[in-house]
């Protein structure tokens, strides 16, 4: 039985001295087995504790002599095992949770004296200098030479870039990083994410730079990745839309998407309301959604994209008279905020209320309305801007919706005054 954790011995008689324990454990290798006390000539357990400093490991003896386990954050990797003689506690931390509640029952066996062959018994040896390293927390792989075939990657890796690798996929084995921060895929074949990149539940920088991306998964958006991404970088890639929930990723401060072959950003991208940091250059947008006014940024770039020159007479009108009983009873939902859900409606109608669209009246329209575009400058929504095309302009056609002609008929007739003017 041997488990890989930080250990910290603590002498109970430090404090009758005036002394205090240093609070730090040490990584080590703590094992359980049979040794062979030479004054006595009989096989007794012990517990062995391997460290970096000391790799023959330090014995202490277990039958009989555990006066205590304190096991009250064992779900954390803590534990701390009391022994009689000599006076100390054995603090354990960052165990793997299962590891070290099957190593807490084989001590407590082994102070028992039970059988020790029902006990998971190991050989008190000198460990490896590899053994009781600290647990490595970033891994850089830069070619595909020095790929780990086969060999894992360190389990309690917080940082993890893998470029110049030429992969086609993600490697399912680095989604059991749980401890995973910062993922960094850039620069290399992959064509597809997995829905299990979700299930990193401390995944806060995801970097899929200069990849063949064509699409990113609405499972992606409706997963833990909701309350931990900060930072996603799909620059580079083959993407010609995101999905109708991308901006269910709320917790979202830093977005890259240039280059790529995007025709328009989410319809509800004002709902990043944390969202600090947005490039989109060199896409194919004409138009940027209305809800691109609910931002509040500190840097966007938009250069390059094909934007139309808004003229607020050129419309689309989908409106019918007398409006269906259907768009009014979802107009009356949206303003006056009712409560609705998939266990309420049909989802395709949650769908349509998700994108729900607010007249300059404040007023929501659903399936019909009238839209233009209108100019808008892009100092509105962010603090440095840069230009979006070569002539210096600031300036960027939004999306705007109308619930009604006569909502339609008085913009027209602003417009028409503010050119009188």
């Not at 084989?106 to 009781?132: E, M």
């Not at 064509?191 to 979700?198: F, M, N």
Request: with cysteine; charged share 25%; aromatic share 6%.
């Amino acid at each position: 039985m041997k488990l890989q954790c930080d250990v910290e011995v603590v002498n109970r008689m430090l404090p009758s001295f005036g002394m205090k324990s240093r609070g730090k454990g040490v990584r080590a290798v703590v094992s359980i087995g049979k040794h062979l006390d030479k004054s006595s000539q009989r096989s007794n357990i012990y517990m062995m504790i391997c460290t970096a400093k000391d790799r023959t490991g330090s014995k202490y003896k277990l039958r009989d002599n555990i006066e205590k386990f304190f096991t009250w954050f064992v779900e954390e990797g803590k534990a701390t095992v009391r022994l009689k003689e000599p006076a100390v506690d054995v603090c354990l931390s960052k165990a793997d949770a299962n590891s070290l509640k099957n190593f807490l029952s084989a001590a407590r066996l082994a102070d028992r004296g039970s059988d020790t062959s029902s006990l998971p018994l190991s050989t008190l040896t000198p460990v490896r200098a590899r053994d009781v390293e600290q647990p490595k927390k970033k891994l850089s792989v830069m070619s595909k030479k020095d790929y780990p075939l086969t060999s894992n990657f360190p389990y309690s890796l917080e940082q993890l870039q893998v470029s110049y690798c030429k992969l086609s996929r993600v490697d399912m084995r680095m989604l059991s990083l749980k401890a995973l921060r910062r993922l960094d895929l850039s620069n290399n074949h992959i064509k597809k994410l997995p829905a299990t990149i979700g299930d990193l539940g401390c995944l806060s920088e995801l970097i899929l730079h200069n990849n063949h991306l064509e699409a990113f998964s609405e499972a992606l958006c409706l997963s833990t990745l909701q309350q931990t991404l900060q930072v996603l970088d799909l620059s580079q890639n083959r993407l010609q839309s995101l999905p109708s929930r991308f901006c269910q990723l709320r917790e979202l401060m830093n977005l890259k998407l240039d280059d790529n072959k995007l025709a328009g950003l989410p319809l509800q991208i004002g709902r990043l309301s944390k969202l600090r940091f947005l490039s989109a250059a060199h896409n194919q947008l004409t138009v940027l959604p209305a809800d691109f006014f609910k931002l509040s940024l500190e840097n966007l770039d938009l250069f390059g994209n094909p934007f139309v020159q808004p003229n607020p007479l050129d419309h689309t009108m989908q409106l019918a008279f007398p409006l269906p009983l259907q768009e009014i009873a979802s107009r009356a939902v949206a303003d006056l905020r009712i409560p609705y859900g998939p266990h309420l409606i049909p989802a395709h109608l949650c769908g349509e209320l998700e994108a729900a669209k607010m007249c300059e009246c404040r007023r929501i329209c659903v399936s019909f309305h009238i839209k233009t575009a209108v100019s808008m400058n892009l100092h509105q929504v962010s603090h440095t801007v840069v230009l979006v095309d070569d002539m210096g302009g600031t300036d960027a056609p939004v999306q705007q919706h109308f619930c009604s002609l006569s909502c339609y008929s008085e913009f027209l007739d602003g417009c028409l005054q503010r050119g009188l003017r």
